[in-house]
């Protein structure tokens, strides 16, 4: 792999993860002569690394007789950090009275709002009083259906400041992925907008609320609008009302108190509803943010994400560091290719966020031969699926030489990162730099042993992100099941990675059958339900046929009536498309006379994917219709 980037010692010297570490050298008469003896010491001696943390960022911890930093119990699951002291993720949020920016919103309809942070603290104590006013306490749950706005950020800080658990899907959602995620976590308020813009047409997407308020058991409704200089709202109202001004002190909480459930993506039946703590998230992303990717208060982070990713929460967390989050909801290729550049110089953001596949779509458009268009970014932020050698290179070459080129991974399981970016070491392309530090990752093979070939991403030992519990998962048998099912007592992420000799990472994709079009983990299981409706479809199977650069979607349909006379190929994208969300609709769709099944009666999408992509295939003994198989070699996937 090619060296992309050298930081040289003056930039070395500068970086947030030099000072932290020139603090824990001093704090325990240590030398850490490279960035692997400090990652290895820090998963040596959790205890020492986790309180320096809470420490070095000025975390406020109310601690109990019985408190305990870390507490080792017999599984990994079931282990915790920092029992007995309460805290409050918004704590570090609500210190910052400044008149800095804390958010700078643009909409695709080019509306612009600047917050500050008075301003936003104002906000959300007006918007917490009236939470509480309604009757909603600790433990109850706030949902948002929502596009990236900052009505959002605001919603979720104000319930997490009264111990509310917050939960959001994006405005793209169809309204049954909603009800099938929202359902779950029976909330007491739902924040609903009127509408959305993307690609340069606006949406009402409000216009099933009937539907959602009596599938979600009629909570409390709370409206906004889309930001525009006309925009009033219910929410807008109560943020600017005197009766709501009054100070609401911060709700000091159990570290593992929920702060807000994340979704999987649905591969078996109903998304998971992956719960986090307020103590966990804080920690680790003052950590990713401020040491990994060297974030500073000076920043302007413009992250392109919807708050239906875990890169909204992770984005949001730019405010305990008190920088600027640079918030733009709409497509960001409208109304041409060149926006994304043409924001990021506008915005003067200093920090560029965004999936493998923008990046890959900004390099197929670029015409142009000027070099260094986006000189004044420090840093630009790839996640979603693997960043490809070539563009690590077009990134380089053509948006800025001279900065740091962060590729991270981890996801919605943890809210945060395994492998990320190191600003002290230098970048190869194609290559995520490291191990994050306190996560003790490695490569296994199928037999549970360390491999120096590709295998799968393992973490040893516990880490503060993990998540406190899935919702409504008695005796935690799905969040068993989820991460400790192949290596006993040992974190199985689903990726199958490959160390490299510079030390860093090459991920090569998912080891189960969840899709990945465009960045985004999609689970079949959403597509199956969805089509249940369709009574002519027998039997159905989906997964993922890889190219280059991407991952697409493949519908593989039997039918119950093979000579049916409609168009079902559309009708199929269309309602997909509105159902679910875009991102949903399979590229290829093919019509088969069998859909292989084991013996157990699961269909085997891993097997097709293997076959559709010329991978080997080896036993079929576990199928109940091995014959079905023939078939499926015999397509040509291009056709």
Known sequence: MDKLFEPTNKFIKSTNLYKFQIYLEKKFLKKFSSYNKLWRWSNDNPKNFWESIVEYFNIHLEKKRSFKAYNKKNYFWNSTFFNNCNLNYYDLIYKNNSPDTAIEFIGE???????????????????????????????????????????????????????????????????????????????????????????????????????????????????????????????????????????????????????????????????????????????????????????????????????????????VSNLLLGSTIVLYDGSPFYPNTNRVISMTKDTKSTMLGAGAKIYETIQNKYKSNKKNVLKKISCFISTGSPLSPDTFKFINKNLNSQSFIHSVSGGTDIVSCFMLGIPTLPVYSGEIQGPGLGMNIDVYNEKGKPTKKTGELVCKTPFPSKPIYFWNDKFNRKYKSAYFEKFPNIWAHGDYVKKTNNGGYVIFGRSDATLNPGGVRIGTGEIYNSLQKFHWIEDCLATGYMTENDEKIVLFLKLSNPKINIDFRSVLKKHLKASLSPRHVPWKVFVVKDIPRTKSGKNSEILVKKIINNDKVQNLGSLANPESVSEYRMININE
């Open 109 to 315: 309809n080019k509306y612009k709002e600047v917050i500050t942070y008075g301003d936003l603290n104002k906000r959300v104590n007006a918007l917490s009083n009236f939470f509480q006013n309604l009757g909603i306490k600790k433990g109850d749950v706030v949902v948002g259906y929502l596009p990236n706005i900052p009505d959002t950020i605001i919603s979720f800080l104000s319930a997490a400041k009264i111990g509310a658990v917050w939960s959001s899907c994006s405005a793209d959602f169809g309204t049954q992925a909603v009800i099938d995620r929202f359902s779950q976590l029976k909330p007491k308020l739902l924040i609903i907008a009127d509408h959305y813009f993307y690609n340069g047409k606006k949406f009402h997407y409000s216009k099933n609320l009937r539907l959602l308020k009596q599938k979600l058991n009629n909570p409390r409704i709370l409206k906004t609008s889309y930001p525009s200089n006309k925009s009033t709202s219910q929410l807008k109202k109560i943020i600017f009302q005197k009766k709501y001004n009054r100070i609401n002190q911060n709700v000091l909480l159990d570290f593992n108190h929920p702060l807000y459930v994340l979704f999987s993506s649905g591969t078996t039946g109903l998304p998971k509803c992956i719960t986090h703590g307020h103590g966990g998230s804080l920690l680790q992303h003052l950590k990713e943010l401020a040491l990994h990717t060297n974030v500073k208060s000076k920043d302007k982070m413009l992250f392109l994400t919807t708050c239906g990713w875990m890169m909204w929460n992770w984005t």
